[in-house]
Each structure stands twice: as structure tokens, then as C-alpha cells.
């Protein structure tokens, strides 16, 4: 059986969710009070209004948020305002313009102290790919020196150093890592193996996409640094899915997506710099001195005339800041374990997460021996209504990926495992 229609629109889900403030942090705030995590993560009554903070569409269940995750109502009110003030203002839209940029600057510090780490070291970027990049192509390298990453980091970030190397003569290299991941020692180990006297960079996740497994990004890091390698992280996953203080973790470069995990915008990541490595990165787009200190992170955040949806951030971190990182962290994983444990009764299923305390987040993905992954994500969706992410890998099947995000709910997980148990059971 499809998941049933819900008897209320889209539009008015809308509207109820902005006119009686639900899922708003003063309210989370006050129903958490006093109360522990493992009695929360549990309480479907407290997430009700978290769920209903999300205008999304119930006709579908949706397992595909780690691509990219829906804003609540808030998130979306604020975006359509951007977009009105610089039509409408009176000021016209270049100087509006100017005004939201001013605005960022609240923003940046409010984002800071949701990652923990120094405003100044943050560029608010699109997404993860124009961070990442931005630091992938802009630390000054020479012919011979050598870049290393994993066989399991994003292949844009894979073609980003294919092509360094092509235009400048570098080598790239990358090594593999068993699957599902490993131990913290032995990923350590692998790195540690790779790199030569020639490593200049090294790239890494902190959590991996096809699979979810949590690499031991702070060991890596310390290891790295003893060596002179610059770290740079891909968090695409990180922030809004795993409890972490940035600064904790030792990076020198990090980037993310808030459009992911944190419900923030369309087009809102952000670039994290170690302050005193900033002025040594030259930016994707060269910055005039009159426009521009190239000693500050907001170098990296000039690419011409946009919009700057980051003005609508605030909303979505206050829900991830009265929520608390070590709530959602557990709920995610309460929610992922929903759908985990039933299908691990199946004997055909086999897990391509490791789904070790330490080692494991949001993400789960398997495979099914015999069976063809693409039509197994094609019957969820034709018959059931439910979305998974389409089987990918690099030059092995991860399998199916499974993300649900904090709006899903109990009602949805039990649609998934309904719709994979008769899908499975059919030869
Ligand atoms: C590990 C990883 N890195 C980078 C990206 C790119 O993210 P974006 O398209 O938001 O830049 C993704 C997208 O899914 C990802 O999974």
C-alpha cells in the first residue's frame, strides 16, 4: 500500500506551521527542559512539531535527505522576503543588496557558534563544492609535489585535483579503504601509509556519502599536521547529522553544505580557513584590493552579482541550536536504527555501513545479493511512494542509501519497511 495522502495541503501545512509558531526554538526550548536525551530522541509528541515545521510534501516519504534536505516554513518565508526586498525596497536592488551583505556578518557569527569555531575563519559559500574548491585549487603547489585523497571522497573533488595535476604537473594519488570502513586504527594506518615527503594536501570526509561511515577525522588531522600535510575536510555531511565542535577536530580547511543535513537554504555551505592560513589560499575569484583584504576568509565568498540566501540561515539554526547537536545526532540515529533492524532479519541484505558507534551516522546503505539495486529504488518509488538514493559508487556498489532528516517521521519509516519487505519478497 502507497503511504496515504495526509488531509491537509501543502499550502495550508504552510501556513499552519508559520501562524501558531509549532517547531519554533522557544517552544523546543521549553519542552526539553529538564528532560534527558534518551527520553526525547523517543517522544514522537515532541517531534510532532519539528515535523511540522517542514511544509513537505506527505504524500511521499522521503529517504533521500542527504542530498539535499527541505527548509521549514520559516527557512522559505525568509528566502521569498530576500527575494522581495530587492525587488521592492526602496532602495532599489543593488543597495538592498549591499544591505543583506551587511546582514551576513550576523549570520557568520551566529554560524560560528553553532559550529564552534572563529567567525573570522568562515566564508559563507553556496555549497561545499565552491568551498572545497575554492582551497582545492587556490593552496600554491609546484610541479612534483603531491596531493593523496580516498577512492570513496566526492568525485568532484576527485576531478578538481585530476585536473591540478593535468594543467600543473602534480601528481594525485588515492588509496582505498575496505567497505564497510574500518576500525579508527586502521583507516589511520592507511593514511599514514600513503603519504610521502612529497604530500603537500591531503583530502578526506568526515562522513562518507555512499556509506555514512565517520573516518577518525582529529586523529588524521594531529597525524597530518606532525607530517606538514595541509588537511582539508569535505563535511558536505557533517554539520546538522553528527555532534562535533569544528575547532575540536584539528583541520586546517573544512567545508560544508547547509542545504544537507541543517535545513538551511538552497545555495547556503560555508568555507572554514585556519585564520592564519588565509592570506597563504588565493581565492577561485580574485578579489580587488578596493573590494577585499586578502588576509580575511570573506575573500572566498566574492563570485559577482547573486543572491545571498544565507540570509535566511538564521531560522535554521535556531531549530538546530534549541534542538541541541547531541538530540538530533541521537534522533537520526533513532530513526536510521528504525529501518536498519528490521531489514538486517533479511539474510540476502548486507550492509555497506559500518554502523559502529564511532564510525557510523545518519547514513545507512545496503545491498541485496541477486537482486538489482536500481529496480529495487524504482519499485520503493512506483509502487510505495517511498524515495531512496539511487545505488552509486565508484567502482563498487555502495548500494542503496537511506537518509531520513529530522522532519521524517515514525509513519514514514514504517512505509519504508513495509514497501522493501513485499518488494524483497518477490523474487
Ligand atoms: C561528500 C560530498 N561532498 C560534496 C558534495 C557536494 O555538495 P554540494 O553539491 O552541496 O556542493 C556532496 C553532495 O552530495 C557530497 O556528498
Redesign the pocket.
Known sequence: MPISRRDFSVGAFVGMAAASGIGGAANITAAKAGRSVDELVRDEEFWRPVQNAFPVDRQYANFNN???HPSSAAVIERVCAMYKEINGGEKGPPLQLVAHRKALEGVRTQLAGWLGCEPEGLALT???????MAAQFGVALTAGDEILTTKQ??L??IAAFQQRSQREGVTFKMFDFPTPGPDAQTFLDLCEQAITKKTKILLL?H????TGYVPPVKEVCAMARSKGVITMV????APGNLDFELSDLGCDIY?A?L??WTGGPLGS?FLYVRPDLVEQIYPLFPVHPMFGDPGRARKFEKMGTRPLPHIALPPALELQQALGKDLVAARLRYLRDMWVQPLSADSRVEFTSNFDRDRSSALGSFVVRGRDLTDIKLQLQDRFNVIVGYPIGWDWPFGIRVTAGIHSTPEEIAALNEGLHSVLSTV
Open positions: 542527504g542530498s539535499t553556496p555549497n561545499t563544492t565552491t568551498g572545497l571522497d566526492y568532484e573533488m570526509c562522513v562518507y556519502a555512499d569535505d563535511g558536505a555531511h567545508a553544505s542545504h544537507k555551505g
